[in-house]
């Protein structure tokens, strides 16, 4: 039997949970190994939020080059440089993942192992590197942060043609002539809406009966306004049912409100969701329990099944965003490193608020419960909405698609959630977030004194309306 390297705790996976939860384990003096399959970062830097938003800023400036003239300003032809668009966007994931590989390289009790992790026992980690070799390591405490991968639906055909997913898009030399996307959620939509600004012809096909099954029918029916006005083609109840390759072309069969058609385009782009990596890590020869997508069991302290192990993360499932990841190392650290001396009571995921921010443009900031949710949970509510052409910013910059919405408590008045469609609703978002996280009346917003012009002034309208509908 193999000897085994023994650890104070072994980080699986350095996302944006791992890596920080590895270092503050080291200071705290703990011998550390932070295992990691391919890059410094995970997902986040390396193919989610940090490439994606370099692009779609590349989008927007493409965007407003084309509607100069509308503020009076005249520009010649608009070209776009694929090739510079993804050095850019290159360069700046190198620079984000170099400088989180030297800091954590440059740590005292912490050693960064390459390779893939795969237990052997609760408390034992078999790495393999990628030129074969092996080693085991050991530790007390193990923290599992191996995130997800780009879900593959069971399209018949997809296995005999080349498509795309959300990381090999974005290494794309040259603009697709058709972009066929399949799925409705945020990746797709942010792709698509790219890749129109960049000239592509672009259909997203959604099997569900809106964009965005999570948000309100309201939202998603304005955000596909706002992608149709933008020139993108958008297929509801529509299910692909076989994919091929002709005469160079990519043809997707789609069967819509029962008929048949058949889409030719250049590239496809699966946008069907994602999975758990929990598959390549032997989880059962721990003892850790999954549940029957795969996701790690966890209880509210991002305790799995055995003790001593922890998953943080999109790997339990719940919400996927970084911010949620990296809350996740904060409970971690404080139970472990913090409450413990100073006798606080646990934190917990439990009632947390999730925000969350889907990058098209104009932006949907999201926090909070929908008007869904709050009437499925039979809550009296009172619920705001508000035009973007009535706020005065964004007809200033001549930016008004879209509007705002609140859903009130009507018996406290505290804000329950909020959904900003509008130009930067991702930061009027967290102005709501904050008012929520201080369990504010919706009323001190109101009344509150705001900056004139800016976006967060339309606060006071938007809670006017509120009360102009009693």
């Known amino acids: 039997m193999t000897s085994s390297q023994q650890y104070d705790a072994i980080v699986i996976g350095s996302g944006q949970a791992g890596t920080p939860l590895s270092t503050a384990l080291a200071q705290a003096g703990m011998r550390t190994a932070l295992i990691e399959r391919e890059h410094v970062g995970g997902t986040c830097i390396n193919e989610g939020c940090t490439p994606t938003k370099t ?3 590349s989008g927007r400036v493409a965007y407003l080059a084309r509607r100069a003239a509308d503020y009076g300003v005249h520009t010649g032809p608009i070209n776009i440089d694929l090739q510079r668009v993804r050095q850019r966007k290159r360069d700046i994931v190198n620079s984000f993942r170099n400088g989180s590989q030297s800091r954590i390289e440059k740590a005292a009790n912490l050693e960064l192992i ?34 997800t991968r780009a879900s593959r639906p069971k399209l018949a055909g997809l296995d005999e043609i080349p498509f795309l997913d959300n990381a090999s898009i974005m290494e794309l030399d040259t603009v697709p002539d058709h972009l066929l996307v399949l799925g409705g959620g945020y990746i797709g939509l942010e792709f698509g809406q790219l890749f129109r600004r960049f000239g592509s012809r672009v259909t997203i096909i959604q099997s569900a009966g809106q964009l965005l099954t ?7 029916d304005e955000v596909a306004k706002i992608l149709r006005q933008d020139g993108v083609e958008i297929l509801l109840k529509a299910k692909a049912t076989r994919v091929s390759r002709s005469d160079g072309s990519i043809r997707l069969e789609v069967q819509e409100q029962g008929n048949s058609t058949t889409l030719a385009g250049s ?10 990596n929990s598959d390549t890590l032997n989880l059962p020869a721990a003892g850790i329990q999954m549940n029957d997508r795969g996701f790690i069991q966890v209880n509210d302290r991002l305790e799995t099944t055995v003790d001593g192990v922890y998953a943080l993360g999109d790997i339990k ?3 996927a965003f970084t911010h949620i990841s990296y809350d996740d190392f904060r409970i971690i650290r404080a139970n472990l490193l913090e409450n413990k001396a100073t006798g606080k009571k646990p934190a917990s995921i439990a009632n947390r608020l999730v925000p969350y921010t889907l990058f098209i443009d104009p932006q949907l900031g999201r926090v909070g419960l929908t008007e869904t949710e709050a009437r499925t949970q039979n809550r009296h509510i009172r619920v705001a ?9 964004a007809r200033e910059v001549d930016e008004t698609r879209g509007f705002m919405k609140v859903v009130v408590d009507g018996e406290n008045n505290q804000i329950l959630g909020a959904a900003i469609l509008g130009i930067e609703g991702g ?3 967290a102005a709501l977030e904050i008012a929520m996280m201080g369990k504010l009346s919706y ?4 009344d509150g004194v705001f900056a004139h012009p800016t976006l967060a002034e339309s606060l006071n309208n938007l809670f006017m309306a509120m009360d102009s509908s009693k």
């Open 55 to 57: 692009m779609v800023a």
């Open 114 to 147: 390459f390779g893939s992790a795969s237990f052997t026992g609760p408390e034992l980690v078999e790495v393999r590197s990628k030129d074969g070799r092996q080693r085991v390591v050991s530790a007390k405490y193990v923290f599992i942060n191996a995130g």
């Open 214 to 220: 999570g948000e309100d029918p309201d939202i998603a």
């Open 267 to 276: 590239h496809l782009l699966i946008a069907t969701g994602r999975v758990p």
């Open 317 to 319: 499932g719940g919400p």
């Open 385 to 393: 909405k508000l035009p973007m052409t009535s706020v005065a910013r």
């Open 427 to 429: 930061e009027v978002m």
């Open 443 to 446: 009323t001190a917003l109101r």
